[in-house]
């Protein structure tokens, strides 16, 4: 019932921009934390950059300056604006929404979407 729709992966030039979205359905999405993580081959998942239901935002050290995430919670969707995009950045790309609530903790996951830097 709870479901989220990764797009906008693809393939890009070294230097060129991506953006990422995130659109979730059968939740209220506004109360949620969005994350993006990443993860790839023979690599282990690592966490890019966050979003707070607050509105605060965190990212990783290899994608500060060069990534930046976001919201619209009147379109239930979550964003990940990618610049500079380098080899590196190469990767299959999850969202993630997190709640915590007296009871119980929610925590859904995107399909993934690859990301692939190249010339």
């Known amino acids: 019932q709870v479901q989220l729709v990764e797009s906008g992966g693809g393939l890009v030039q070294p230097g060129g921009s991506l953006r990422l979205s995130c659109t979730a359905s059968g939740i209220i999405f506004s109360m949620y934390s969005m994350g993006w993580y990443r993860q790839a081959p023979g690599k282990q998942r690592e966490l890019a950059a966050i979003?707070?239901?607050?509105?605060?935002?965190m990212y990783a050290d290899s994608v500060t300056g060069r990534f930046t995430i976001s919201r619209d919670n009147a379109k239930n969707t979550g964003y990940l604006q990618m610049n500079s995009l380098k080899s590196e950045d190469t990767a299959v790309y999850y969202c993630?929404?997190?709640?915590?609530?007296?009871?119980?903790?929610?925590?859904?996951w995107g399909q993934g979407t690859q990301v692939t830097v190249a010339s």
């Open positions: 979003i707070t239901s607050g509105g605060r935002t």
């Open positions: 993630n929404l997190v709640r915590v609530d007296p009871l119980v903790r929610h925590n859904y």
